[in-house]
């Protein structure tokens, strides 16, 4: 005879209420008791919260997943456009000290730097040295000692540069530069012109005062492409047209890109017609040097969308809206001017 005490009895009704959820479904499987499923499906529907033992409920409430922490608002000066973005008002954007002065026509942002960094410039009164540092667009910049206003409308000119005349904004010897041979009506922009051509040689150069545009032309990886008409004396062999073309390496170890070059024998002259991809200081003629070529002319008659055209020597014309348009693009700067802040 079995005995059950009032113990047992009470260990009976606790996992009874316990285990109730996972009996009744045991039971409806191998019973196949509908009613009993049926208080299953409603015990699933309450939710584990409901169905559970009191004792166990407040456990499983405190690993309910945290709720995400909203961000600590941040002082804020932008304004909510249409489009859900957010635009920084004009007068609050800030742009880099060396960006400011490119921008103000003055010179180029490399060259900016140097300025900086000699103690040459001064922001609202207070000297600087910091090319990175961040001015408002009204603030008062001064480079070695010449005042800057704000910034200047663009202005892009094309000069067909000649010969004994010094592609630079000035020359401590008093010879003709560049700037000479600009109009009195351009005087008033502060033009510089952009890379090289040197003493000797003639053809496409841009002056403008646009910094940016200047950084950019002026920067190896927006390097575009420039062809030139190079008058040599004499014949040029097969051999040294396979050597340019090709790429070659100077005699000072200096490792050039293949060239394209067309040849036209004119007589006792030939004309070669090189285009370049590179920056090097006076490349055509340090090749011609090294495969005993004579020049006798040299001219620059394109720059990656630029052309020379019939453009008299010593004279100039003001690009087209469409060049400069194409001319931004090629440079990468078109990319860059739909930023707000520099």
Known sequence: MIHITQADTTLQAFFSLVEAPSIDYCAANHSGDKSVDKNVQKNRE???????HPSRRHEAGSHKRPQ?????????????????????????????????????????????DERILAGAVTVNGKPVINPGERVSPDAEIIVDGISLSQKEVPCYLLLNKPVHTLSTAYDPEGRPTVLDLVPEKYRKYRLYPVGRLDYFSEGLILLTNDGSLTNALLHPRYHLPKTYHVT?????????????QSGMTLPDGQ?????????????KTTLLSMTLYQGINRQIRKMCDALHIT????????EGP?????????????????????????????????????
């Open 46 to 52: 309450k939710g584990p919260d409901q169905t559970m």
């Open 68 to 112: 995400a922490r909203t961000p600590r608002a941040k002082h804020d000066l932008t304004a909510e456009a249409g489009n859900g973005k957010r635009i920084v008002p004009e007068e609050n954007v800030q742009i880099r000290l060396n960006k400011a002065i490119a921008e103000r026509g003055y010179c180029s942002r490399r060259k900016a």
């Open 232 to 244: 040599v004396r004499g014949f040029v062999s097969p051999k040294d047209l396979q050597t340019m």
């Open 255 to 267: 490792v050039l890109l293949p060239v394209e070059v067309h040849a036209r024998s004119e007589g």
């Open 295 to 302: 020049i006798l002319r040299l001219v620059r008659i394109a």
């Open 306 to 342: 630029l052309s020379l055209g019939d453009l008299p020597s010593g004279t100039l014309r003001e690009l087209s809206s469409q060049e400069v348009r194409r001319l931004k693009k090629a440079a990468g700067v078109a990319k860059t001017e739909k930023r707000t802040a520099g």
